[in-house]
């Protein structure tokens, strides 16, 4: 799979993104059920309620985006029910928590006030930039990638890893007499594909290391290599199976990939130009000015 990349994009920002586009994804357990459910949804049907106070599919469903790691481990046809507990043990701990006028102190206050900033600022990305990754700005990035794709040939291959020459050369031989490359592989490699007969499947440039890469890019479909290949691995005996031109993958198949890419650059540049009307002040640890100085002199 290919990966759209930003250069103006930091990759600290773009990691926090890929996080945020993850937990704030319309495509939540929950959603994605309603979505499918539509012609008889009602987003303001009481689902349960506790102590008089009631909860609706809509409450049901902004749940479900904050806890979608932990539905991640329930089975599909039990999430439903498992949230509502969630959200029913959660009301009644916060009903004790107000008897105990733990709502009352001043660490409760400020815990209120860092989640009312997450909740706006997922909110935020919600209803403000999700909406600007349109389908035609995607299928513009798709067609840009396409002006630029450059297909490159894929080796499908096998191998028998050895330990020593001596046997990597013995093994050329009885390869020369008309042995299976593939039995040899089952009975004698020493690497993890043996069992399989050798097989590594198919492998685009640079993703060997480079003795072996080079070695199976010489070979023509159906041979192998006549003299043993060193690596840091061992003694290798390859067979090229068949090679492959890569094919640009269609559009539904990288839909999602180009909408995160789009979503990172989106997230970054607001967040670059937000940051740049901020006035930030980070106040350093003791000694980290000094650690930084020293490290930078080391550096040059």
């Known amino acids: ?17 890929a996080s945020l586009f993850a937990s704030l994804s319309l495509s939540s357990p929950l959603m994605a059920q309603e979505k499918a459910q539509q012609s008889t949804f009602d987003p303001d049907a009481i689902v349960f309620s506790v102590n008089g106070k009631d909860f609706t599919n809509r409450d049901l469903a902004t749940a479900a985006v904050d806890f979608n790691a932990e539905l991640q481990r329930i089975p599909p046809a039990e999430r439903r029910d498992g949230l509502i507990e969630i959200m029913v043990n959660m009301e009644l701990l916060a009903k004790a928590g107000k008897e105990e006028k733990l709502d009352e102190t001043d660490e409760f206050a400020r815990r209120l006030d860092q989640l009312k900033t997450r909740a706006l600022r997922n909110f935020y990305i919600r209803k403000i930039i999700h909406p600007q990754i349109t389908q035609e700005k995607m299928q513009e990035r798709y067609v840009e990638y396409l002006a630029r794709f450059e297909p490159h040939t894929e080796i499908r291959a096998r191998h028998i890893l050895l330990e020593k020459e001596d ?28 069992p399989n007969g050798g097989d590594l499947g198919f492998f685009g440039p640079d993703q060997m290391v480079a003795p072996f890469q080079e070695a199976a890019s010489k070979l023509e479909a159906g041979a192998y290599s006549k003299q043993p290949v060193k690596t840091q691995f061992g003694w290798h005996v390859i067979k090229v199976e068949e090679t492959r031109q890569t094919k640009a993958p269609a559009y539904e198949q990288v839909q999602a990939e180009i909408g995160n890419a789009l979503f990172n650059e989106m997230f970054a540049e607001r967040i670059s130009e937000l940051r740049k009307e901020a006035k930030i002040n980070i106040v350093p640890l003791p000694g980290q000015e000094k650690a930084k100085e020293e490290n930078k002199q080391k550096a040059q």
């Open 167 to 194: 046997e990597a050369k013995a093994v050329i031989k009885e390869l020369d007499g008309g042995k299976d490359f593939a039995e040899l592989a089952k009975e004698k490699s020493t690497g993890p594909s043996g």
């Open 1 to 17: 799979m290919f990966f759209f990349k930003s250069q103006t994009v930091s990759k600290k920002y773009i990691l926090l993104a």
